[in-house]
Every structure is written in C-alpha cells, then in structure tokens.
C-alpha cells in the first residue's frame, strides 16, 4: 500500500485517529495516536517527517540526554483497527535516529531489516522466509501479588483438569482435557474453539493468512493458531498483529490470554516453533539431494544454529519463565540435534511433498520472544553456519528424552537459564554483529536491561521454597 492509498483508506472509512506502533526490546508493541487530519493535512510530508516522540521512556533505549526519536510509518502496514470504539488506522513504524537519519540500532524493527540487507550484501541470498508458531494460554482469569508479605499465583480455568471438583453457576460440566490430553479432542472438551475462530476472523481481515487453529497439548485452555510464513519483517509484524488479536479477542469475552511459555507447572509449555528458509533468484537453496531432501547450505545452515544455540537462547528464550519449559519430557526440545522426525530433537525437517517448501524448523524458541530479534539472530546464526561451513553431523533419529547417559552426555543442550543464555551471548555475538545487523552496544543494553530480569527473579522468594526449607 502506497502513501496514497493510506490517504485514500482515511478519507473512505471516515478515520478519526491514526495509530502509530512500534515494539520494544522486551517484544512489547507500544503506540501513541495521532487525528487523522493531521496525515491528511500534510499527506507525503508527514510519511517523510515521521512523528517524534521520547526514546529515554522505552525500557533499554537511550538515556535522557539523548531522547529524541522519530516513528516513520510504513504505509504498506496500513490497516484499520477492530478493536477501537472510533475509527482508527494503525501502522507499523520503524524508530529513526534524527542525529543520522537511520534506523535507531535498538529498534527491533529496524534490527529485522538491517538482516534483509545483510541477507542480500552477503550474496548468499536474497530472501529469508520465517514461519512462526506461538502457542498461548487462554484462561478465565488470573490473579498474583508479590510484595514483602509474600506472593501467590492462582489460574482460574474452567476446562483446566484441577477443576473438576469446583462449583459453577449452572453447574460443571465434566468435559474438559486431561494433563497433556488437549491435543486435540473435539467440544465440549475443546472449550476454545469458538473464540479461536473468531480471532481466525479478524486475523484474515487484518491481512494475515490463517492456515489451521486448534487446541494444544497442555489442559486449561492452550491453543494454537497456525499462520502463513512470510519474509522476515513482515512475518515478524503479522507475529505481532496475531499477539494483538489473541489478547484483545479473549479480552472481549472476559478471558485473558497469555503468551507466557511455562504459566502451569506439571503440564506442557509454550513453544514457538520457527519454521525458516533461504532463497535465491526464485530458488529453494535449502531443498537439495541430501538428509531429508536438504541441501548442503540448509545443513550448514542447521550448524549455524547449533552452533550458536546458546547465545540465541538469550534472544528466542528471553525470560526467566522460558527455562522452565526447557526441561526434557514436556515436548520440550532441549537436546541441539536435528531430525526428520523426532521431535524431541531441537531442529526438525518436516515433510514436504514438493521441494519448494523445504525448510528447516528451530523448535526451542518460545513466544516470549521478540520475533523481529528472534527471527534476525537465527538467520544471522544459520548464515555463519553457511558461511563457514559449520557441518552439523549425523540427525538424530533416536528419542533424545531415553537414551544411555553415555550417548546423552554426548549431545549438547540448550541453556538452563537465562543467566547462562545471557554469558553465553557475552561471550559470543560476533556473528551477530556483521554487517551492523545488531550493534555491540545493542548487545550490551540488552544484558544489562534483561540481568536486571535475573537479579529480581533471583531475590524474590518462591511459595515452593517454603515447602522444601520451611521446616528444616
């Protein structure tokens, strides 16, 4: 959508207000509205000046004495809110640095295109193709408090399995999923299947491709709503279009949603697969002769990210709740290995019947995650993998979860915090750095903003604590 047809889309619907919205680093989109006559009025020029507004209030951004920065909206985003009681348009921005006029080096937005170029610069190719699949929580709701008293955390879910002894007005129904029996019976066990399609609905009007919805493993509402894969920045901003859609739609039936990967404990956690390829000049450079029809670039590629896994679980696990799901047997996939099948492995290669959709699958991210981050540093990792011809040795075919603790001891696993993640990312994110994709002094603010993350988890004391130290 050009800047004319963005005018256009104003005057047609009657819009009143403009919604300008950009993400932070922790993956939070944040916005600031606009009258609609104020683009109107100034039409290209506004497209070209952007709208300033103060970075030292975005946590991890500049500091005080250098605030200043601008939204420059991508008319190609352009959409009309669902959700706004006055007729509203909203639109992706990137956060420009006015002392340089370029994309601010912390914007993930801008970050996520920084690793288009860089795809392109490299020559290796010219198109990098992410499919995502968050995973969510959608509950009745939900209450906590932490403060010097205490804390507590109390799930209220209908369908969860603990609620089969509880009171209802008009009464309990009985059908509900088991502890990991959600995958995937038909109503009345399935509670969501309504509300899934109505965020399907608005999804598909907003422009985003659904390809299936259903419910999830774990009991007390998790679902899934699987989306078409798309180029790297838009994939990354229909990620955000979906989050927004799940909270909102479950607002409105007096539901809440979560995107949290690990909110009930003895049950599956929320993963984030990401589906991912490379093309060039119209081809699959992934689809080859090879283990599971793979290319020798797509096996680098997997070597890129095994060999990176660590660093990448401080940007694709980004929260201390992340590493709560990473724990064997809760199809959880903490062995970095790769499979045609096993999912227990950490990088799988579905089956396709045409070669064109031959991809790989990184199954350890979570929807935690910033997907413009996420989806640039596995790129920026598969890319190094190729570039230096980082083979990943033999796939692993066998159940990662049982094998011989010889066997297993020779596996490498994901990190088992986010403190590790963090020191792994310290100590190596020179991969990450080329071509000015994410900056050092990026990486620096990021340690310190999410250690801050790990220091209040850290001191904060946990209810099971009491039952394991209590008495003794």
């Known amino acids: 959508m050009a800047v004319a047809d963005v005018l256009k889309l104003i005057e047609d619907n009657d819009v009143k207000f403009v919604d300008l919205r950009f993400t932070d680093t922790r993956g939070k989109e944040q916005h600031v509205s606009i009258p609609a006559h104020i683009v109107l009025e100034d039409g290209e020029g506004w497209f070209e000046r952007g709208h ?22 991508d008319p190609a985003t352009a959409r009309i809110d669902p959700f706004f009681d006055e007729p509203t348009v909203f639109m992706h921005c990137d956060v420009i640095d006015p002392a340089d006029g370029k994309g601010y080096d912390r914007d993930p937005r801008s970050i996520a295109k920084r690793a288009e170029a860089y795809l392109k610069a490299s020559g290796l190719g010219d198109t990098a193709y992410f499919g995502p699949e968050p995973e969510f929580f959608i509950f009745d709701s939900i209450t906590w408090g ?11 879910a209908e369908e969860a399995a603990w609620a089969s002894a509880e009171e209802f007005e008009g009464g309990n129904m009985g059908h509900r999923p088991g502890v990991k029996g959600g995958y995937f019976p038909v109503p009345p066990v399935d509670s969501s299947q309504d509300i899934r399609s109505a965020m399907v609905l608005i ?5 985003v491709p659904v390809e299936v919805h259903h419910h999830e493993v774990a009991t007390a509402g998790q679902n899934e709503i699987g989306t078409k894969f798309s180029t790297l920045t838009q994939r990354a901003d229909w990620t955000q279009i979906l989050k927004y859609v799940v909270h909102n739609v479950a607002h409105s039936y007096g539901k809440t949603a979560t995107f949290m990967p690990k909110p009930i404990v003895g049950d599956n956690g929320s993963g984030m697969h990401v589906h991912q390829s490379i093309w ?6 992934f689809a ?7 290319s ?37 996939p903490v062995k970095l290995a790769y499979s045609a099948k096993n999912r227990s492995a950490s990088i799988r290669i579905p089956h396709v019947a045409n070669p064109k959709g031959r991809r790989i699958e990184a199954r350890f991210p979570d929807p935690l995650a910033n997907p413009y981050l996420c989806f640039a540093a596995l790129m920026m990792a598969g890319l190094d993998g190729v570039q230096n011809k980082i083979h ?16 297993d001891a020779k596996i490498p696993t994901v990190c088992a915090s986010l403190e590790e993640a963090l020191a792994a990312l310290a100590a190596d994110h020179e991969f990450l750095t080329r071509g000015g994709v994410f900056s050092k002094d990026w990486i620096d603010a990021y340690i310190e903003l999410k250690m801050q993350e790990v220091n209040l988890h850290r001191m904060t004391t946990h209810p099971v604590e009491f039952a394991m130290y209590y008495s003794l």
């Not at 060039?280 to 450079?285: A, C, E, M, P, R």
């Open 392 to 407: 990943p040795g033999d796939a692993a075919d066998k159940n990662l979860y049982d094998l011989p603790p010889e066997e």
């Open 203 to 207: 999804l598909e009007e907003l422009g």
């Open 296 to 332: 020798d670039f797509a096996l680098y590629y997997i070597g890129g990210i095994i060999k990176h896994a660590k660093a990448l679980n401080a940007i694709t696990n980004p929260g201390t709740n992340s590493y709560k799901r990473l724990v064997p047997h809760y199809e959880a």
């Open 288 to 294: 080859g002769d090879g283990y599971a029809g793979l």
């Open 280 to 285: 060039k000049d119209g081809k699959n450079l």
């Open 146 to 156: 932490t403060d010097m008293s205490g804390c507590f955390v109390k799930i209220k």
């Open 52 to 73: 300033a507004f103060d970075g030292s209030s975005i946590a991890g951004w500049k500091g005080i004495q250098a605030s200043d920065m601008l939204l420059i909206a």
